[in-house]
């Protein structure tokens, strides 16, 4: 299997793990395929505040095992930034 196949696959897996996490831990009342990948978390996007955004961050600490930099506001500009800092720091972690 080629590496640009294993790279899509797996980023729809954690796609799809941190989509069904932020709805649950959120309380979303949304599915997991009404999230599109570029919508922005803060902001106008889902309508998250300061909580839901710490929220998201310990999500992502407890489920993917990283840390999520002290001034997240970059990282945490759309969902596809979000998902391209858990595979990097993965990536790192794994190396």
Known sequence: MSID??????????????????????????????????VSLIGSGLGLDSLDILEIAICVESTFSIKMPDSSSGVLRSFNTLIDFIIAESEAKNA
Do not use: C, V
């Open 5 to 38: 196949i294993q790279r899509l696959r797996r980023r729809r897996e954690i796609s799809a793990l941190l989509k069904s996490k932020l709805i649950e831990g959120l309380d979303l009342p949304y599915m997991p395929d009404d999230i599109a990948e570029d």
